[in-house]
């Protein structure tokens, strides 16, 4: 088995049973003790001696006397040894019970106990299973050549390495007598064997999922916790202040805003949908319906980002931003979101022809933004990611919230949308007009569906919204001439 010096950081694995595993342990030393422990002897196995071995009743006997209990409670101590691994059987290695016969077994030695802290890991195993297929010529057992056909394709990537390992330990273990040789390996077999049992076989060694932290870990005050929360406070003091009346006035008002437009502090218009199984109320709020209702163009009047967040809102803006023939920043902030959202293939296709049309001088489409945002985001572009136009999208959004959005607010177009919005009848279902609903329940559309049509519709506009090129419009021209 590989020999490990550092040991990786697996403390929760088992550790809720550590306690009891130290008793076990505890247990296990005094089996061991020359004096008034379990005696053992040299026994063969096939043709070779093996020291130390000791016998399933004599374990049994030696439990009985020093625990003051009867036969089968012993033997269910020992069996419970044989499954963690303290003792593990020579002859039949994949019952992990105890017999109260002459069934020959062994003490494991300490460096494979559970308290040892090694983790099975997939990679250990998979060099032991190539030092046994190594070992045995391919004549590996049904459930260890099924795992080691798994580990092969999972770790098919540094197979090689697996193997070179498994071959230096095979060649090392030629070297040692072979008394030891067949000691070791039982050991290691032991070992794996309660670690990586056959398939559909219960193991002593199962847990549940890891802990946050660890129970029995020895309390210690560190340096660093405090250092973090003296830093908190520092943050927290100079940090400025708002006054409590402040705080809450904004809170009320934000209720105060928002409260008719929740659906667990308002009733939804016409009908809740989930309620009355009537989709009238979605039909009415689709993303682009043609003409919306009251409450959706009121909330447009909350903020920008309710406005833009709102896709039927968001076309309603962009009539009034031809108008004032400036739609480029809408058209950049867009831009600048698709890229936030789109493949991470066409990111750097995207943020040039972002550059080129809204940024670069001389563009169709250029947008005024300050020097300093302007500098960083032309170094940004230098190695384009998903948000190298956050500086200068939050510019943006900054300046048509502080102007353009209150003159749309005053605008024809905004006043002309809340005149030709609707205000739906509440609907008054009768139980049998429910379950008649509930019968006739529709599916609705497709999210992709939906999508497919956005796409379109963005395509279009795309298409409308391009710079003209005049020259070529001329030409066209002459030549029909």
């Known amino acids: 088995m590989t020999i490990r010096t550092a040991r990786p ?61 009867t036969a089968e409670e012993a033997q269910c101590f020992g069996t419970m040894l044989v499954a963690y691994g303290y003792i593990y059987p020579l002859q039949n290695h994949k019952k992990l019970v105890m017999c109260n016969d002459t069934s020959l077994y062994r003490f494991q030695t300490p460096y494979f106990w559970p308290t040892q802290k090694w983790f099975a890991e997939d990679t250990d195993y998979a060099i032991y299973l190539a030092k ?9 057992e049904p459930y260890e050549q099924a795992h080691y056909n798994h580990l092969h394709e999972w770790l098919n990537h540094k197979w090689d390495f697996i193997v070179m390992q498994a071959s230096e330990q ?15 390996d039982c050991q290691e077999r032991a070992y794996w064997i309660v670690n990586r049992p056959p398939r559909r076989t ?27 929360q003296n830093i908190f406070y520092q943050q927290a003091i100079m940090r400025s202040k708002v006054k409590s009346s402040v705080s ?16 667990f502090l308002a009733p939804c218009l016409p009908s809740n949908p989930w309620q009355t199984d009537n989709d009238s109320y ?58 936030k959202l789109g493949s991470a293939s066409s990111m750097s296709t995207k943020a040039e022809t972002i550059f080129k049309t ?51 607010l005053k605008s024809p177009v905004y006043k002309d949308i809340q005149k030709k919005a609707m205000n739906p009848e509440p609907h008054n279902f009768s139980p049998a007009q429910l379950e008649k609903n509930a019968q006739n329940r529709s599916p609705g559309i497709h999210p992709i569906i939906l999508w497919q049509q956005e ?27």
Request: charged share 30%; net charge positive; hydrophobic share 40%.
């Open 248 to 263: 809450l006035g904004a809170l009320v008002k934000y209720i105060t805003t928002y409260k008719n437009h929740d659906p």
């Open 170 to 184: 095979y060649k090392a273990g030629k070297e040692r007598k072979k008394p030891d040789r067949v000691v070791f």
């Open 358 to 408: 809204f940024l670069a001088p001389g563009a169709p489409r250029w947008i005024n933004i300050d020097g300093r945002t302007m500098g960083l985001t032309v170094k940004g572009l230098e190695h384009p990611h998903r948000y190298v136009l956050e500086a200068a999208q939050t510019h943006v959004f900054l300046l048509m919230k502080k102007d353009t959005f209150f003159r749309y």
């Open 282 to 339: 979605w039909n009415l709020n689709m993303r682009r319906v043609e003409v919306p209702t009251k409450m959706r163009v009121e909330r447009w009047s909350f903020s920008l980002f309710e406005l833009l967040t709102d896709l039927r809102g968001r076309d309603d803006f962009k009539i009034f931003l031809k108008k004032e023939f400036s739609g480029e920043n809408l058209a950049f902030w867009e831009a600048a979101e698709e890229l």
């Open 9 to 69: 950081d697996v403390t929760q694995h088992f550790w809720p049973r550590i306690h009891c595993l130290k008793k076990l342990e505890a247990i296990v030393v005094e089996m061991q003790d020359p004096k008034n422990g379990i005696k053992g002897s040299e026994q063969k196995l096939n043709v070779t001696t093996i020291p130390h071995v000791i016998a399933g009743k004599d374990i049994i006997a030696w439990i009985v006397n020093k625990m003051k209990t």
């Open 132 to 140: 046994r297929n190594i070992r045995k010529k391919g004549m590996l």
């Open 455 to 481: 796409e379109e519709e963005k395509a279009k506009a795309a298409a409308a919204s391009a710079p003209i090129d005049v020259k070529a419009m001329m030409s066209k021209i002459d030549r029909k001439k």
């Open 202 to 228: 219960h193991s002593a060694m199962d847990c549940g999922p890891q802990r946050l932290i660890d129970p029995n870990a020895d309390e210690k005050t560190f340096c660093v916790p405090l250092l973090f």
